[in-house]
């Protein structure tokens, strides 16, 4: 057996080995946790979507109105101010204004519009 074929056999059984500890970690001890319920389906994250929530321009929109965002505070709003305008509402993450995990939660909450040019 060469070192290549070697080498590969066992990075594959390391990670067969480190799969099943990851796995056996990941389980839960339900006599530990005790009586404890799942969350009712009335109760609502302070993220959850809201139909009635209007979409926010992110090239258009005023400082109060970037603030009602979730993970948006006063310091990203004022980034998201001088950063405009904004092609996509992708660029918020490209240039480094909000993470990824904060842009998937407020994707659908916001559009950049462009400013149409008029017709001649």
Known sequence: MNYRSLRWALLAAAFACAGSS??????????????ASAPSP???SKYAS????????INGASKQELMKLP?????????????????????????????????QVIAKRIIARQ??????
Do not use: M, W
């Open 22 to 35: 990851f796995a056996a970690d990941s389980l839960v001890d339900t006599k530990a946790v005790g009586n």
């Open 42 to 44: 009335k109760a609502k």
């Open 50 to 57: 809201d139909p009635k929530q209007k979409v926010v321009d």
């Open 71 to 103: 993970y948006v505070d006063e310091a990203t709003a004022d980034k998201i101010i001088e950063g405009r305008p904004f092609l996509s509402k992708a660029h918020l993450v490209s240039r480094k204004i909000i993470g990824a995990g904060p842009y």
């Open 115 to 120: 400013e149409s040019k008029p017709k001649k």
